[in-house]
């Protein structure tokens, strides 16, 4: 069974509003997750770095007040994308790995955004 | 910075025949990571290679791992119509724990 679940799978918004995705590991503590973006056809881009009770880290050329993560608690990370637009459309992937075993990294489903 | 590089990009085979794809990568790493993703989904995962490893198998996968040529290779034996997807490549710099992606090989197995 899903060790990382991810919801929503898919959401259309409109322009301008906000969409939450969240992150669950279900299995294990995760300290660390991590949130990714992948355009079509192409390659899963590292977006930021969710860090449990503190801020985030994010990748260059990541807008962090765009792409807002909360990770409140140690089975749980969100993120936010505010004020939507269509260019903000793509598959968002969160991973997470077992601190505790340090072998592969688990993944969400996935959420599909497209913003109309 | 995504540092992985996949040959060839796509590949097209006969059900039965096997598919061998390539990942190159810029740094040392940790591990090498294997994953398949079906059209829309999620990333699922095939099997890590340590850096200390050469050679690892599981089932109808066969990874191989060069570190001096920074190169790694997954062949797949005895193809299925049901292995269609794509792969990724994924290596681990040890760091923070975040995988850098390679750009992925389209497989598409026809029956």
């Known amino acids: 069974g899903a060790v990382v679940s991810q919801h929503p799978s898919r959401v259309i918004c409109k322009s301008g509003t906000s969409v939450k995705i969240e992150c669950r590991s279900l299995?294990?503590?995760?300290?660390?997750m991590f949130w990714y973006r992948q355009f079509p056809k192409q390659s899963l881009m590292l977006m930021a770095t969710?860090?449990?009770?503190?801020?985030?880290?994010?990748e260059q050329g990541v807008e962090k007040d765009k792409f807002l993560i909360n990770h409140a608690s140690l089975t749980l990370s969100t993120l936010t994308v505010t004020s939507a637009h269509p260019e903000d459309s793509s598959f968002y992937i969160c991973?997470?790995?077992?601190?505790?075993?340090?072998?592969?990294?688990?993944f969400g489903q996935g959420t599909r955004l497209t913003v109309v | 910075s995504q540092q992985g590089e996949e040959d060839p990009q796509a590949l097209s085979i006969q059900e039965g025949e096997n598919a061998t794809m390539n990942c190159s990568y810029k740094?040392?790493?940790?591990?090498l990571q294997w994953y398949r993703q079906n059209s829309g989904r999620g990333l699922v995962h095939l099997i890590l290679?340590?850096?200390?490893?050469r050679e690892k198998h599981s089932g109808r996968l066969r990874v191989t791992l060069d570190t001096s040529k920074k190169s790694s290779s997954l062949l797949i034996t005895a193809s299925r119509a049901a292995d269609t997807a794509s792969y990724f490549c994924?290596?681990?710099?040890?760091?923070?724990?975040?995988?850098?992606f390679g750009k992925g090989t389209k497989l598409s197995v026809k029956p």
């Open positions: 991973s997470a790995r077992d601190p505790e075993k340090n072998t592969e990294a688990f």
């Open positions: 299995d294990f503590q995760a300290t660390t």
């Open positions: 969710s860090n449990e009770g503190s801020k985030a880290t994010y």
């Open positions: 740094t040392s790493i940790n591990n």
């Open positions: 290679i340590r850096s200390n490893e």
């Open positions: 994924a290596t681990d710099p040890g760091s923070q724990g975040n995988l850098i």
